[in-house]
């Protein structure tokens, strides 16, 4: 998607800031990151080195059948989503959500540092009590990310 661009129709909601928030992903120095979708906005913002970052192009998830699993570092479910890759190493990144003031706020888990982080207010803030989005049936066909009205495919993490 690109700002201006209508949500899709199954676009999951991620949590809320004042309004439900969605699950994006973008580029960002090397890296696949995930992060929040902000439909009033029109922008992803993604958590990376300590800021958060805004982005006019990004992928929303879309699909069907998640749950959210509270994670237990550091250990994660074998049904966890694969959303990214780390810049450095090119580790696998997560889809997470975690409180802030209140607010559910969806980011990027890295089990590496074994923490979730969250895009807010400018800033990467840091999570270690957190949930990571899980496929219901281990079956990631029905999940796609979206971008420009075509589809990319999303490989899960095997056990």
């Given at each position: 998607m690109t700002s201006g661009d209508q949500l899709p129709f199954d676009a999951l909601?991620?949590?809320?800031?004042?309004?439900?928030?969605?699950?994006?992903?973008?580029?960002?120095?090397?890296?696949l990151c995930p992060g929040k979708y902000v439909p009033s906005k029109q922008l992803a913002f993604l958590p990376w080195g300590h800021q958060e970052h805004r982005k006019s192009e990004f992928e929303v998830l879309c699909g069907y059948n998640a749950m959210w699993i509270k994670c237990r570092s550091p250990y994660l479910p074998s049904n966890v989503y694969v959303a990214g890759k780390s810049e450095v190493?090119?580790?696998s990144l997560y889809i997470?959500?975690?409180?802030?003031?209140?607010?559910?706020?969806?980011?990027?888990?890295h089990m590496l540092y074994q923490t979730c982080y969250l895009p807010n207010q400018g800033k990467e803030?840091?999570?270690?009590?957190?949930?990571?989005?899980?496929?219901?049936?281990?079956?990631?066909?029905?999940?796609?990310?979206?971008?420009?009205?075509?589809?990319?495919?999303?490989?899960?993490?095997?056990?």
């Amino acid at each position: 998607m690109t700002s201006g661009d209508q949500l899709p129709f199954d676009a999951l909601i991620a949590g809320f800031q004042e309004e439900p928030i969605y699950i994006a992903r973008a580029k960002h120095r090397g890296s696949l990151c995930p992060g929040k979708y902000v439909p009033s906005k029109q922008l992803a913002f993604l958590p990376w080195g300590h800021q958060e970052h805004r982005k006019s192009e990004f992928e929303v998830l879309c699909g069907y059948n998640a749950m959210w699993i509270k994670c237990r570092s550091p250990y994660l479910p074998s049904n966890v989503y694969v959303a990214g890759k780390s810049e450095v190493g090119r580790e696998s990144l997560y889809i997470g959500r975690a409180m802030i003031n209140n607010e559910l706020v969806v980011g990027k888990v890295h089990m590496l540092y074994q923490t979730c982080y969250l895009p807010n207010q400018g800033k990467e803030v840091e999570r270690t009590v957190f949930e990571v989005l899980a496929v219901g049936n281990n079956d990631t066909s029905e999940y796609n990310w979206k971008k420009q009205c075509f589809m990319v495919d999303c490989k899960p993490l095997c056990p």
